[in-house]
């Protein structure tokens, strides 16, 4: 009978397991998922960025708009893979919120309110993303095993 309940539990075990590896792997994508447009739309529409970047007073500009698209981008697409997860979670979620702090500040507009706090929002789940890893549906689990 011992045997049977452990199985049992074994079974119950991995099903939640599975379930929580889905909704990690879901997780990364929906946080990846802005990232990867907004590099996308830097990449596809620079001049609209690069005078939203001046427009704000942001020193090399251009440098700066290749240095977002790059993180936006790349960690975006690693976010998404669960490659070098932790760590593209950590830059993607300093990335977001010093563009709160330079971009976002000016909390009595309530449209800025809201993007300083979405940022706030996204660094937080990063965060999580972080300090638990990117699941076993990633590519970190598949070459450490």
């Given at each position: ?38 590099g ?25 708009l ?16 669960g ?52 699941g ?10």
């Open positions: 009978m011992a045997t049977s309940s452990t199985a049992a539990e074994a079974g119950k075990a991995s099903r939640s397991s599975s379930g929580q590896d889905r909704i990690a792997l879901a997780g990364r994508v929906l946080l990846a998922a802005i990232f990867v447009m907004s996308l739309g830097k990449v596809a529409a620079p001049a609209a960025s690069l005078a939203y970047m001046r427009a704000t007073g942001l020193p090399l500009a251009p440098l700066g290749a240095a977002a698209a790059l993180i936006e981008l790349g960690g975006g697409l690693a976010l998404i893979l490659y070098r997860t932790r760590l593209a979670a950590t830059v993607l979620a300093a990335f977001a919120i010093v563009t709160a702090l330079v971009f976002h500040s000016a909390l009595s507009d309530q449209n800025q309110l809201i993007h300083f706090f979405k940022n706030m929002a996204m660094a937080g789940g990063l965060l999580q993303v972080a300090a638990f890893g990117g076993r549906l990633s590519s970190d689990a598949r070459s450490s095993r």
